[in-house]
Structure formats: C-alpha cells, structure tokens
C-alpha cells in the first residue's frame, strides 16, 4: 500500500496527495461494531477488519482498492439459531469526477456498480458497511437444519395441507374419484 498510512476512516478528496494517494487500516471500535450489527440485522460482527488504498484513477479520479475480513453471527433462516460466517473480500470503488447517472431509459444492468460520483470525503466506514452488507449470506442455514410441517386444527377433522391449497388440488381429486367410480 502506498501513500501515508491511517487508521482515519473519513478522507477528503481535496487533501489527498496526488502522487502519493493514503493507505488506510480501519478496525472499528466497540460502538461501530453495535452500528454494524444493528444496521445489518446481525446476532453479533467481530474481527473486522478493512484495509488497502485511496489512489488517483484518470486525471481527477479516484479509486478505493481494499480487503474486507469479518466474522458475522446471522440468524437461520430455519430454526433461528446463530450461523457464524467468516467473510473475506476483495472491494473496489471507482469514484469518478464526471460522472453522470444514468437515466432510466438508459440504464443497462451491465453498468458497473462500483462506479460513484467523486464525493468531497471518502468515508471508508460507510464503504466497510455496505461492502459487508454486499458479502453477507443472503439465507444464512445452519448445519443439517430442516423445515418441518405442523398441522393444527379441530379435534376429529382433518388438518388442511399446502397440498389442499393449491388450485388444482380439489380437481385432482375429483378426477381421482370419477376414475374411481367409472372402474367399477
């Protein structure tokens, strides 16, 4: 990493040295962890760590080259019970003085999402957060978990099913009843 070594998590662009850019090595405190996990929806987030480099891209560009490591506890989407994930990625960002939204007529799903406007601060937390958000497990499962049917209803009736929801479900039945009927 080149440029001046920092643990400062907020970078204005008009302070960055062309030629030299800033390295950074964010390890979030005790506070910004609880952001973490209370924006993201997780049990618990630790060993997080994002490091890499602010770097000149063009003339008046600017690029975010990093690696982001973390340890999330997610909540199964099955029996609820703590998932633990380890999570290292590579994040880039291309922060880009002309640049213009596309608008929705024009807009192509091929665009790049790791182009943004030039900002006049660079705030590397608010990346860690939305790069860790980008990388989590969108159905997090613990081991062996399954789902499993219940049925509840009225003592001495039959419990309605999925399979007696669906739309064609009392036609099968009738079907299978006529042939039943038309083979005797």
Do not use: H
Not at 38 to 48: I, N, T
Not at 129 to 135: D, G, H, R
Not at 141 to 160: D, V, W
């Amino acid at each position: 990493m080149s440029g001046n070594n920092s643990s400062k998590s907020l970078f204005r662009v008009s302070d960055l040295s062309q030629k030299q850019g800033a390295s950074f090595s964010l390890t979030p405190s005790a506070d910004a962890l609880r952001e973490i996990e209370s924006a993201l929806g997780l049990q618990a987030v630790r060993k997080v760590r994002f490091e890499g480099d602010l770097s000149t891209f063009g003339k008046r560009d600017w690029q975010l080259n990093g690696k982001l490591g973390a340890t999330v506890v997610q909540s199964c989407v099955v029996t609820l019970e703590p998932v633990t994930t380890r999570i290292d990625t590579d994040v880039t960002r291309q922060f880009i003085a002309d640049y213009e939204a596309p608008s929705e007529e024009e807009y192509e799903l091929t665009d790049d999402e790791n182009i943004e406007p030039l900002p006049t601060e660079i705030d590397v937390f608010e990346i860690l957060k939305e790069s860790l958000a980008l990388a989590l497990p969108p159905y997090p499962r613990k081991e062996n978990a399954e789902l499993t049917t219940s049925a509840y209803t009225e003592p001495g009736k039959k419990a309605m099913t999925d399979e007696d929801v669906k739309p064609f479900a009392g036609l099968a039945a009738l079907r299978d009843k006529l042939s039943g009927d038309s083979e005797k």
